[in-house]
């Protein structure tokens, strides 16, 4: 079986081991931990694992772990994860990259407004010529 971590994931994780770093404690990382992995992924990691339950499962990977580096709590949890015959893959499973799913949540926040106007080429919101109704214009 594989699961996949993506890139957002591996963000949120890497926030939380400099934050259990400084403040030299595990639970609000162990937390995060759990939390990177899907409903069904969790379920699966239960069924394989000896002591049943995704908390112990990480605390175990936790208590191994030197509170020193992002890196080598990865490849703890990689070598927990391959003994329960887990693969754990980086990414997402399609193979699309999503570094650019924030940009896209967010909506177009590219820091170009020039493609921002509107079809008439003001920034009114409106792609007409900016025809006023009830204006002085004679036709």
Do not use: C
């Not at 639970?27 to 379920?43: A, I, P, Q, Y």
């Not at 000896?50 to 605390?59: N, P, V």
């Not at 391959?82 to 896209?104: N, Q, R, V, W, Y």
Request: cysteine-free.
């Amino acid at each position: 079986m594989e699961i996949y971590l993506d890139n957002r994931a591996l963000r949120q994780i890497r926030l939380s081991v400099s934050d259990a770093i400084d403040e030299g404690d595990t639970e609000n990382l162990r937390d995060d931990l759990v939390r990177v992995f899907s409903t069904e992924d969790t379920e699966e990691i239960e069924r394989r694992v000896d002591s049943g339950d995704i908390y112990d499962f990480i605390s175990e990977v936790l208590d191994e772990w030197s509170m020193e580096d992002f890196d080598e709590l990865i490849e703890l949890l990689e070598a927990h994860l391959t003994d329960a015959d887990i693969e754990l893959k980086f990414g997402s499973p399609d193979g699309e990259d999503d570094s650019d799913d924030d940009a896209e949540a967010d909506g177009d926040d590219d820091g170009d407004d020039a493609d921002d106007i509107d079809d008439d080429g003001d920034d009114d919101g409106d792609d007409d010529g900016d025809f006023e109704e009830g204006g002085d214009e004679d036709f």
